[in-house]
């Protein structure tokens, strides 16, 4: 008796779902609709759609999407590369008069590509009330959806906690010899760090330290993070603090260390303004920013909603100017090269 109650309660909602779709009214832009319905209007017509193309730069995100499948029985597109290929790949494209995504995940520089490029549209969704105010650009054309920020991590077998630096300028202390390593293509981490520091000042401190100490270059946050669990880097100074957490779980010696200024950037969701499945593209992004946080964070990324606790609550956070680090780039290459990699030589 009670399963032929759940597929006579199953049948009438798919019923009503399929009826409110076909009731809803042609052309309704629900990247900004905020009428009273919009929810029921919202779903049915992103059931009809049947599908969402998502265009990611995280593979985490695979499991949120797993989650939005397993919820509304809408499949999820996914293709991922790299920050750089995917900006590449949409604006191409788009170019070329192909409408392929619906959503794209990439870090915010390469968003505010996208934006400039006007092949973003703002999307206002009920959810975005729970997002910290610095994940939002002026144009609101692409909204933070995690925080990316780079903090020290030190291997607590190989440091102990007494004789940790309380500033960079104590990274001048001869015991540091041999025990540094940054990120090999953090350029853009290190060129805001020299601008926040004061660039004169901070050019001869970062100098004089690989001068006396050394420093070693590793290719991928995740890679760095694990030499630091392993000890092969006893420190680690631009590591994602998002990668500490799991290893630290599974009782790894690794430890953060948050030497001021701390910085950090977004990874930020958008929705195309010329989106193949619109009404997808919405619930999609609504969940993102809804149960999505959650999910996120559970995985021990840093979620831009507020209401949501994490490891950095209470940290001063200094935020990269996504405009900037787009302009700058060849600049900050030039920085990094002229201060760290030139004087490890």
């Known amino acids: 008796m009670n399963k032929l109650l759940v597929k006579i309660s199953t049948a009438v909602l798919l019923a009503g779902a399929w009826q409110m779709a076909m009731a809803a009214p ?9 009428g009273a319905d919009r929810n029921e209007l919202l779903l049915a017509a992103a059931q009809k759609e049947g599908e969402v193309s998502v265009y990611q730069a995280y593979p985490a995100l695979s499991v949120v999407e797993a989650a939005f499948t397993k919820k509304y029985g809408i ?9 750089e290929t995917i900006l590449q ?72 906690k007494e004789d940790l630096p309380k500033t960079y300028d104590d990274l001048l202390d001869p015991k540091w010899k041999g025990k540094l390593a940054v990120e090999a293509n953090d350029y853009g981490w290190f060129s805001n760090l020299v601008t926040t520091m004061g660039d004169q000042k901070a050019r001869k ?27 092969e880097v006893p420190m680690g100074l631009s590591v994602y603090s998002w990668s500490v957490l799991p290893l630290q779980k599974k009782g790894a010696p690794i430890q953060p260390l948050y030497l001021q200024p701390v910085l950090g950037q ?22 993102l920013f809804g149960e999505g946080q959650q999910i996120l964070a559970d995985l021990y990324f840093i979620p831009a909603s507020k209401k949501i606790p994490h490891a950095l609550n209470g940290v001063k956070i200094k935020y990269v100017d996504p405009g900037q ?9 030039k920085t990094y090269n002229e201060v760290l990699l030139n004087n490890a030589k």
Request: charged share 25%.
């Open 26 to 34: 042609t052309g309704l832009d629900f990247a900004t609709y905020t």
């Open 75 to 83: 499949k999820v597109k996914s293709w991922r590369a790299d920050s």
């Open 89 to 160: 790949r949409v604006v191409t494209e788009a170019r070329g008069g192909r409408n392929e995504v619906d959503i794209v995940q990439n870090n915010a520089p390469e968003q505010e590509g996208l934006h400039r490029e006007k092949l973003l549209q703002e999307v206002k969704s009920p959810f975005l009330a729970d997002i910290i105010p610095e994940a939002f650009p002026s144009h609101r054309e692409w909204v933070g959806l995690t925080q990316d920020v780079w903090i020290a991590a030190y291997n607590s077998d190989k440091i102990k």
């Open 205 to 231: 401190l970062f100098a004089d330290i690989v001068k006396t100490n050394g420093m070693s270059f590793r290719k991928g946050h995740s890679l760095l993070a694990a030499l630091v669990a392993s000890g």
């Open 266 to 287: 977004f990874s930020a969701l958008a929705m195309i303004k010329k989106a193949p499945h619109p009404a997808a593209a919405v619930l999609f992004y609504d969940f």
């Open 325 to 333: 680090a787009l302009d700058n780039q060849a600049k900050d290459y």
